[in-house]
């Protein structure tokens, strides 16, 4: 016979938490993050992990030619590339919920929405 145990008075209720993900969010490069980290996430990812074609001389990205600017398309690449899954958001990449191309802190100019926006859900 299964005995069940009754919740003593000093139990703690267990609590289910909901709440709603963002439709569209995006892993882009830390603000804070060293040049030199960035770089080793890009040359990480380009390293057979992501198509890194567009942020080479002449692809549709390279403009802004800055290492933020590189690695955050890299980094979304790869976060897009699996589905969104926090764990992809991976190096010196953060996850945001704002469009980064409006409120991307490097970009000079601004970020082309093509680039930090690909592939987003």
Not at 41 to 55: K, R
Request: proline share 9%; net charge positive.
């Amino acid at each position: 016979m299964e005995q069940h145990r009754r919740p003593t008075a000093n139990a703690s209720p267990k609590f289910l938490l909901l709440f709603r993900v963002p439709a569209k969010t995006w892993c882009i490069a830390n603000p804070l993050a060293r040049p030199a980290a960035l770089q080793r996430d890009i040359d990480s990812l380009c390293n057979g992990i992501v198509d890194c074609s567009s942020i080479q001389p002449g692809g549709s990205c390279y403009n802004p030619n800055t290492v933020a600017d590189h690695a955050s398309v890299a980094l979304n690449l790869n976060y897009k590339n699996h589905q969104s899954q926090q764990q992809f958001c991976t190096g010196d990449g953060f996850i945001t919920v704002s469009n980064p191309c409006k409120n991307m802190v490097h970009s000079k100019p601004p970020c082309k929405p093509s680039c930090i926006t690909k592939g987003h859900r």
